[in-house]
């Protein structure tokens, strides 16, 4: 059974940093034969869901929004089965509720999305 379970969200002034942190149930794995992805997405009061930044668990390939580029590093800790997502120069337009989520390795992990978890907010203000 693939679970998925955020933390890490809170409130923080500009110009700071929050860790986010997905913890991927051991069963993922094998519910896609090992290749899969983990991607965080995030949705904005008002707006569409989008994908921030993803990453391939097999070989650690990373791939990021533009308007982050820079500023969030995506990693995985396979003996922990962990996603991490670190965000460094919050801007109040991060400001949103923070998901992960699973895809298959083949996919657009930016774009496409499986199974999500229920999301951890993220409120960036002074």
């Known amino acids: 059974q693939v679970q998925l379970v955020e933390s890490g969200g809170g409130l923080v002034q500009p110009g700071g940093s929050l860790r986010l942190s997905c913890a991927v149930s051991?069963?993922?794995?094998?519910?896609?034969?090992?290749?899969?992805?983990i991607g965080w997405f995030r949705q904005a009061p008002g707006k569409n869901r989008e994908g921030v930044s993803c990453?391939?668990?097999?070989?650690?390939?990373?791939f990021y929004k533009n308007s982050v580029k820079g500023r969030f590093t995506i990693s995985r800790d396979i003996a922990k089965n962990t996603v991490d997502l670190q965000m460094n120069s919050l801007k109040p337009e991060d400001t949103a509720v923070y998901y992960c989520?699973?895809?298959?390795?083949?996919?657009?992990?930016?774009?496409?999305?499986?199974?999500w978890g229920q999301g951890t907010q993220v409120t960036v203000s002074s």
């Open positions: 989520a699973t895809a298959p390795e083949y996919s657009d992990c930016l774009h496409e999305a499986d199974y």
């Open positions: 051991r069963s993922t794995s094998a519910h896609y034969s090992g290749y899969y992805a």
């Open positions: 990453i391939i668990i097999g070989d650690g390939s990373t």
